[in-house]
């Protein structure tokens, strides 16, 4: 199995971006998927995840402002990411469960002025 993120890039405060995970495998075959977030000196964080149900959690510091779903056409997964703040800067990779773990390279996601 493999996953590509994409979608990662520089945005201002305030602004939006969509990321994408791209599975060799149909998205609907693994028990859970999930987004997570990682900066430099500080532990890998679970920023939103998917259960092949349907049913999401998202970590305090996005609710309200991430949103996590599939996209049946095109096999990802998607994160929008909207109102976004310096606080969300980090590379971003997707991970996806099925009795054993994938994740992919990661996206770099820069929130800066």
């Known amino acids: 199995v493999q996953l590509v993120e994409s979608g990662g890039d520089l945005v201002q405060p305030g602004g939006s971006l969509r990321l994408s995970c791209a599975a060799t495998e149909s998205i609907f075959s693994f028990t859970v998927m999930a987004w997570y977030r990682q900066v430099p000196e500080k532990q890998r964080e679970l920023v939103a995840s998917?259960?092949?149900?349907?049913?999401?959690d998202y970590a305090d510091s996005v609710k309200g402002r991430f949103t996590i779903y599939k996209n049946r056409a095109g096999n990802t997964e998607k994160l929008q990411m909207n109102s976004m703040k310096p606080g969300d800067t980090g590379v971003y990779s997707c991970d996806a469960y099925r009795g054993v773990g994938y994740w992919g390279q990661g996206t770099r996601v820069t929130v800066s002025s």
């Open positions: 998917i259960t092949a149900g349907g049913s999401t």
